[in-house]
């Protein structure tokens, strides 16, 4: 499979800057779990699904940079920009971002982790531009694999970069939280978008020992599927920023409210990861109990148990004694 190169830049150019992409990924480790993936990041041309983004600008608001553009060296800083191991905004409305296109790194990492293999069924929640949905169909075939979004907008225009580039997994419009059920059951389920919680009924269409990796609370959930109404795993240490889900709120840090705390707590990111994990059962001063007594621990500290109708976070050890309820 594969695609051609977009805009006015010539194959060579865009060629040889993913080729620089490719390097850096693999020198920051992002796929040391599974190194398969670095063909895929080779092969798949990232210019097809970002065709414009935007870029801030100093004094406020936003230029869109456009691989149309009549000005070549517009194309070129376009194309470079695709290449470059930053987070693209895709989709703006009124200023707000609604869509991106994930750093290429920790796109890296999340499929590594992910840990696919052959003949596996995946589920992506969050279809985005189509370009995870790509390397997900060039590493296991486009029958192995579905996308979904609730913005028909956004899955038409992924769906339109798929088939550019020669990729046909099934895109679905509808609510990810509610899964893909006519396309189960899964062996991996990957959200691409950030969640307040790990829905039920993505755990009912998987398989078992399934594996579904998510951002939540500015983390990776790494979780294994027992059965329809079991799972329970741990975050992965690598940190996470992702665009709400559409389908649900997601309860934000009380950052802004800190109190009497020190402000450095307030900017430490673990503290603030605490902080969006517990948002539903905790204040402010009673994270910051918790992040003092325990040792200010790590990620890999935390974990989520789905069992029974019931969602909970917690600290070292699923029975407690520091467990957190999740929506």
Same mark, same amino acid.
């Given at each position: 499979?594969?695609?051609?190169?977009?805009?006015?830049?010539?194959? *060579?150019?865009?060629?040889?800057?993913?080729?620089?992409?490719?390097?850096?990924?693999?020198?920051?480790?992002?796929?040391? $779990?599974?190194?398969?993936?670095?063909?895929? @990041?080779?092969? %798949?041309?990232? !210019?097809? @699904?970002?065709?414009?983004?935007?870029?801030?600008?100093?004094? *406020?608001?936003?230029?869109?940079?456009?691989?149309?553009?009549?000005?070549?060296?517009?194309?070129?800083?376009?194309?470079?920009? %695709?290449?470059?191991?930053?987070?693209?905004?895709?989709?703006?409305?009124?200023?707000?971002?609604?869509?991106?296109?994930? !750093?290429?790194?920790?796109?890296?990492?999340?499929?590594?982790?992910?840990?696919?293999?052959?003949?596996?069924?995946?589920?992506?929640?969050?279809?985005?531009?189509?370009?995870?949905?790509?390397?997900?169909?060039?590493?296991?075939?486009?029958?192995? &694999?579905?996308?979904?979004?609730?913005?028909?907008?956004?899955?038409?225009?992924?769906?339109?970069?798929?088939?550019?580039?020669?990729?046909?997994?099934? /895109?679905?419009?509808?609510? *990810?939280?509610?899964? /893909?059920?006519?396309? $189960?059951?899964?062996?991996?389920?990957?959200?691409?978008?950030?969640?307040?919680? &790990?829905?039920?009924?993505?755990?009912?269409?998987?398989?078992?020992?399934?594996?579904?990796?998510?951002?939540?609370?500015?983390?990776?959930?790494?979780?294994? &599927?027992?059965?329809?109404?079991?799972?329970?795993?741990? @975050?992965?240490?690598?940190?996470?920023? @992702?665009?709400?889900?559409?389908?649900?709120?997601?309860?934000?840090?009380?950052?802004?409210?800190?109190?009497?705390?020190?402000?450095?707590?307030?900017?430490?990111?673990?503290?603030?990861?605490?902080?969006?994990?517990?948002?539903?059962?905790? *204040?402010? !001063?009673?994270?910051?109990?918790?992040?003092?007594?325990?040792?200010?621990?790590?990620?890999?500290?935390?974990? /989520?148990?789905?069992?029974?109708?019931?969602?909970?976070?917690?600290?070292?050890?699923?029975?407690?004694?520091?467990?957190?309820?999740?929506?």
């Amino acid at each position: 499979m594969g695609g051609h190169a977009s805009g006015r830049e010539p194959d *060579g150019l865009a060629a040889s800057a993913r080729a620089a992409l490719v390097r850096e990924i693999d020198a920051s480790g992002a796929w040391d $779990a599974d190194p398969r993936w670095r063909e895929a @990041f080779e092969a %798949v041309p990232r !210019q097809l @699904f970002v065709p414009y983004y935007y870029v801030g600008l100093p004094g *406020g608001g936003h230029e869109r940079l456009w691989g149309q553009s009549p000005d070549p060296r517009e194309c070129e800083r376009w194309l470079l920009g %695709v290449y470059t191991d930053i987070p693209l905004a895709t989709r703006l409305r009124d200023g707000e971002l609604l869509s991106s296109s994930s !750093q290429p790194s920790l796109m890296a990492r999340m499929l590594a982790e992910l840990r696919p293999a052959d003949g596996d069924r995946v589920l992506e929640i969050g279809a985005g531009t189509g370009y995870n949905a790509a390397l997900l169909a060039h590493r296991l075939g486009d029958g192995r &694999v579905t996308t979904v979004d609730l913005d028909p907008e956004i899955t038409e225009s992924a769906r339109r970069h798929l088939a550019e580039a020669g990729y046909r997994p099934a /895109v679905v419009t509808g609510d *990810g939280a509610r899964g /893909v059920p006519g396309n $189960a059951p899964y062996d991996r389920i990957i959200a691409t978008c950030a969640l307040s919680t &790990v829905p039920s009924a993505w755990l009912a269409q998987c398989r078992a020992g399934a594996r579904i990796l998510a951002p939540l609370a500015t983390g990776l959930i790494a979780l294994t &599927v027992r059965d329809a109404r079991h799972g329970e795993g741990r @975050f992965l240490h690598t940190p996470a920023y @992702f665009v709400p889900s559409r389908g649900g709120s997601r309860p934000e840090p009380e950052t802004g409210r800190l109190g009497t705390l020190p402000r450095s707590t307030g900017d430490h990111e673990l503290f603030r990861f605490l902080l969006a994990l517990t948002a539903t059962a905790l *204040g402010p !001063q009673e994270a910051y109990t918790v992040w003092e007594r325990e040792h200010r621990p790590a990620r890999e500290r935390f974990g /989520v148990t789905v069992a029974a109708g019931r969602t909970w976070a917690w600290l070292d050890d699923p029975e407690g004694p520091y467990v957190w309820p999740l929506p």
